[in-house]
């Protein structure tokens, strides 16, 4: 079984991330009636806007190949193991991948959001329908990890 998910950087998920930033300064300003104290309190959402800016790794495309996922950034390909907790709907999904400590010093894992203009509906509905009905191996050792510790 072999998927391949095209993912390009979505302009939702960005517009969102913006006004959470925006709600949060304005909440800032209206809140601290003191320059000194908003400035303080606006700092941490300036850390938080930049590391958005910042990001080290972004996928470019999303692999499945023979029951195993990879990650592709650049020219790099990252193994990666799927975790048991999982979104998929129709017009978002939510994948949290385990990621090889050697290929990814620093990150043990990432959450992937895939929304409607993230990848093509081709892709997403083949992707919905793999994790709806396929059972991968990391479900089913973690299936088999639960029938050990019950009985």
């Not at 606006?42 to 990650?71: C, Q």
């Not at 950034?73 to 990252?78: D, K, L, M, P, R």
């Amino acid at each position: 079984m072999s998927l391949r998910i095209d993912l390009r950087p979505s302009r939702i998920l960005n517009f969102v991330q913006q006004g959470q930033l925006l709600l949060a300064c304005l909440a800032t300003m209206l809140l601290a009636s003191d320059s000194l104290l908003a400035l303080l309190l606006l700092l941490p959402i300036g850390v938080y806007a930049h590391s958005l800016r910042k990001r080290p790794f972004t996928p470019n495309a999303l692999v499945l190949m023979s029951d195993e996922w990879f990650l592709m950034c650049n020219e790099h390909v990252i193994p990666a193991t799927l975790k048991d907790q999982f979104h998929c709907s129709t017009w978002l999904q939510i994948l949290e991948f385990k990621l090889q400590h050697d290929a990814t010093p620093g990150h043990a894992r990432l959450t992937l959001v895939i929304l409607p203009d993230s990848a093509s509906s081709a892709s997403r509905r083949q992707l919905r329908t793999m994790l709806r009905w396929y059972h991968f191996p990391c479900a089913a050792a973690a299936e088999s990890q639960l029938d050990v510790s019950g009985s």
